[in-house]
């Protein structure tokens, strides 16, 4: 057998096979969120004063908000669970600074959006987003 035939070939696609799992464990590598799991904390947030804020901004008036007594649970989508959802309104992925900036301007990210401009300041989005994550 010649140096070219069928067991270089079956060798040949090993290695690549090989290659190609290694490169996609290293891209699967990456920094682990403080808390185990989801997008990470969110850099001067506090979730405490994010309770405060959901109460004051009347969040739970549309959505289902874990450890916020709500009003409605049928017109804005369930919060429980929203460190582990992939996107935020179906169009941002979701990050800390995505999630800040949907918070103070939904209108502009999906016009039309039934998600009100509630006028949310920076801090407060921040706040809002730290506790949203750390539920």
Do not use: K
Not at 53 to 71: D, F
Not at 84 to 96: E, F, K, T, V
Not at 114 to 132: F, G, H, K
Request: glycine fraction near 10%; hydrophobic fraction near 35%; include cysteine.
């Amino acid at each position: 057998m010649t140096a070219t035939g069928p067991l270089t070939t079956a060798r040949r696609a090993a290695a690549v096979g090989c290659a190609a799992t290694v490169l996609l464990a290293l891209a699967a590598c990456g920094p682990e969120p403080e808390n185990g799991s989801g997008p990470g904390p969110v850099r001067d947030g506090d979730p405490e004063a994010g309770e405060t804020a959901i109460l004051e901004y009347g969040c739970a008036s549309c959505h289902t908000v874990p450890g916020v007594e709500s009003v409605s649970r049928t017109i804005g989508p369930d919060l429980t669970g929203f460190d582990d959802q992939i996107y935020i309104a179906g169009q941002l992925p979701n990050r800390p600074e995505e999630l800040i900036r949907w918070l103070q301007n939904p209108q502009e990210i999906v016009p039309g959006t039934a998600m009100p401009n509630m006028a949310v300041t920076e801090q407060d989005a921040r706040d809002i987003a730290a506790y949203l994550y750390d539920q």
